[in-house]
Every structure is written in C-alpha cells, then in structure tokens.
C-alpha cells in the first residue's frame, strides 16, 4: 500500500492499514471460548426459540392482514367520492 493509499484508509477508516494477517495477530485471539459459556448460550437459544417459533431465522417478515381489517381513511374516501 502506498503512502497516499494509506493516507485515504486512514482517513476512510480511521485505521492506519488493512486488517493484519491472521499470522500477525496474537494468539490469544484465536483461542475457543470457554464451553460453559458456549453451552449456556446454546441452551439459551434453544430457550428461546423453543417460547417464540414464529421468531426463528427467516421468518422475520411483517405481519400479514387482510385489507377488509383496515378501517378506511379520509384519504380513501375522498377518492371515492371524486
């Protein structure tokens, strides 16, 4: 990267350079986290999907209804009555 390129990430990301290589980072970083933490975790997400199905991955959309259900507006009645 030269200077100038390093100048605009800088500035852009307010970091000095693009990410280190995973051989540069400490090893510590890439340890497994504890499995007590995991476990409790995983049992939590299991909790919780297990109370709420209708909020599982990908079934985020919004709640449907019909239009009959919709009480009309004063907008739809001057429509209407043009």
């Given at each position: 990267?030269?200077?100038?390129?390093?100048?605009?990430?800088?500035?852009?990301?307010?970091?000095?350079?693009?990410?280190?290589?995973?051989?540069?980072?400490?090893?510590?970083?890439?340890?497994?986290?504890?499995?007590?933490?995991?476990?409790?975790?995983?049992?939590?997400?299991?909790?919780?999907?297990?109370?709420a199905?209708?909020?599982?991955?990908?079934?985020?959309?919004?709640?449907?209804?019909?239009?009959?259900?919709?009480?009309?507006?004063d907008?739809?009645?001057?429509?209407?009555?043009?």
């Amino acid at each position: 990267m030269s200077p100038d390129q390093r100048k605009t990430f800088t500035a852009r990301t307010g970091t000095a350079g693009p990410p280190r290589r995973m051989e540069e980072l400490p090893a510590a970083s890439f340890e497994a986290p504890d499995p007590e933490v995991l476990d409790a975790r995983q049992a939590r997400i299991r909790e919780v999907r297990r109370k709420a199905p209708e909020l599982r991955e990908g079934d985020q959309a919004a709640p449907s209804f019909d239009v009959e259900d919709v009480p009309p507006t004063d907008s739809d009645e001057n429509e209407e009555g043009s």
